[in-house]
């Protein structure tokens, strides 16, 4: 043999060896980890090491037939108890892989409906706004006044005569005061925008210039070109005051204003109720404009209704995505961002009279809004999905959109609509009975609705107040089947966690936008009782580092 040749075997050998150590190593990583929390292998790490480990059982498996049929006899009579234990040990290493695995798949298919808020007024993350970690929740019961008749076509919870425009307009003007301090709606938005500018751009003192696009990401997930039903969305009147209030008091030019949803087409009585006061208001939805939607009265076509134009704009820190990285090359190329998000719940296990699937994570806020500014929203289901990946403390694509540069990180405000809040994706209008609503739940067909609106400039501490008001109204509220009428799925504030603590989070996940790391994107807390309502700031205004929670009855 010459020197080359032993060099080159003996490489190998130190390869094979490597190889070997390398995928015991993860075979050992995996199961400490995995037998203990079978759901950790959904985890990142796992999900890497599982592989390697699997190779490394198969390779065993092979090795131990094989050695069964070479090994002489009279081994096998000399040192039977040897063997016996090789045989052992490589069958007990397999099982217990196959095991811990399996256990960890059915853990993540049973899905629970037992999210109880734990560690209250414990903030963690750093707050956000004028008034650090403020949110503020405007109510007027009379804003919201539909019958609640789901057998008519004519009297639907959407329509003019059911939402008191005057109103609404008002409470979204008190809301944007009260959040800012301001005395008058123009000064509101000069604080908006310069808080925005200051803090993510270190430009002092800078306003809304001529020229900058304002995109408004709503939620339109049962919307279509013809129409919704009753089936909860974006109110049109809502909508309308938030577009009012950009163009009359903020100053923005309405031909700078993109509505849009880039997962579903804009519905019609959305569509006209804007462009009757703003014609020149851009909407993007999904698909070109239908025959079916109605043309703008100002151009009498579809002028300013356009489909998304797909680019490339997001990262993900720990899955590789193909349609979920592309957003709309006009949502790209705007300046800012308005997410004006629902009040919703997104999971319901006893919805038969709505139809549908129950739903696959626990809320619709903020956070999931931006399900509707990508391309490839199902790629990101099973990582949500608490039967499938988003087992407790798993990596959450949220954080990812809400600190992309292209999409979340240029939010200058966020805003919950909650005139109708639902109780799953596909959710007909839902009473809310507990305090300080009040509702009246029986008969269905009544007036009293959630009729509210809350805003922050910190998305992480509004959607807390939104689940700390989701989870109380799941309490005390049983249909005649027995049934609660809301319930929130486990699991639902693991990607507030996250988003709060993006550098050392739960999952273990290193979230990085543009090669650096995520700072925090808000504050998380829950308040310390549903009656009550108070978080850290409400209790210690001096000391108090999470939200503070300013409620307001008009």
């Not at 109510?139 to 008749?149: C, E, L, P, T, V």
């Not at 998380?524 to 503070?548: L, T």
């Amino acid at each position: 043999m010459d020197t080359a040749e032993a060099s080159s075997r003996s490489r190998g050998t130190v390869a094979r060896i490597a190889a070997i150590a390398v995928g015991f190593a993860a075979l050992a990583w995996f199961l400490i980890r995995v037998i203990p929390k079978p759901s950790r292998a959904s985890y990142p790490c796992q999900r890497a090491a599982f592989p390697l480990a699997s190779a490394f059982v198969l390779w065993l498996c092979s090795l131990t037939g094989f050695l069964s049929l070479v090994t002489p006899k009279r081994i096998l009579l000399r040192h039977p108890k040897w063997v016996a234990a090789a045989l052992a040990l490589v069958l007990a290493t397999g099982g217990g892989w196959l095991y811990s695995t399996h256990r960890a798949q059915a853990a993540a298919r049973a899905t629970q409906w037992n999210f109880a808020p734990q560690q209250r007024n414990q903030p963690v993350g750093t707050a956000r706004g004028v008034y650090p970690g403020r949110v503020v929740w405007v109510r007027d019961r009379q804003a919201a006044h539909w019958s609640g008749d789901l057998n008519t076509p004519t009297d639907q919870w959407w329509m003019d005569k059911n939402n008191d425009q005057a109103r609404i307009d008002a409470m979204m003007s008190t809301t944007l005061r009260t959040l800012t301090g301001a005395a008058t709606d123009e000064q509101a938005w000069q604080k908006i925008f310069t808080y925005y500018n200051q803090r993510a751009r270190g430009q002092k003192a800078r306003g809304y210039q001529n020229g900058e696009v304002v995109a408004v990401k709503i939620n339109l997930n049962n919307s279509t070109a013809t129409g919704i039903g009753n089936y909860v969305n974006a109110s049109p009147q809502m909508t309308l005051a938030l577009v009012r209030q950009l163009v009359q008091h903020a100053h923005v030019p309405a031909s700078a204003i993109i509505v849009y949803d880039a997962q579903r087409d804009i519905y019609p009585a959305l569509l006209t109720k804007i462009w009757a006061k703003f014609k020149d208001v851009r909407f993007v939805q999904k698909h070109a404009p239908s025959a079916d939607q109605p043309l703008n009265p100002g151009y009498g076509d579809h002028h300013g209704l356009e489909p998304a134009d797909w680019v490339e704009g997001v990262h993900y820190s720990a899955n590789s995505y193909h349609d979920a990285k592309l957003i709309p090359r006009q949502i790209m190329n705007a300046t800012y961002l308005v997410n004006m998000a629902l009040l919703k719940a997104h999971s319901y296990p006893y919805a038969a009279a709505e139809g549908g699937d129950e739903g696959q994570t626990a809320v619709t806020m903020t956070g999931k809004n931006h399900f509707g500014s990508i391309k490839g929203t199902p790629e990101l289901h099973a990582a949500i999905n608490t039967a499938r990946e988003a087992t407790p403390h798993a990596y959450s694509p949220i954080v990812d959109l809400a600190a992309s540069p292209n999409l979340g990180a240029k939010t200058i405000l966020y805003l919950l609509d909650g005139l109708y809040c639902g109780r799953r994706h596909q959710s007909y209008p839902l009473h809310f009975p507990n305090a300080p609503f009040n509702n009246r739940v029986e008969p269905y067909a009544n007036p009293d609705w959630p009729s509210s609106l809350l805003a922050s400039f910190d998305g992480v501490a509004l959607d807390s107040v939104g689940l700390d008001i989701l989870y109380a109204q799941s309490q005390n509220n049983l249909d005649k089947d027995h049934h609660p009428r809301i319930l929130i799925r486990e699991n639902a504030d693991d990607y507030l966690q996250e988003e709060a603590t993006p550098g050392h989070a739960p999952s273990g996940v290193a979230y990085t936008q543009n090669g650096k790391p995520v700072e925090s994107l808000g504050v998380f807390e829950h308040w310390d009782n549903d009656a009550s309502r108070q978080y850290s700031r409400n209790k210690n205004p001096k000391q108090g580092r999470g939200i503070e929670l300013v409620y307001r009855a008009q």
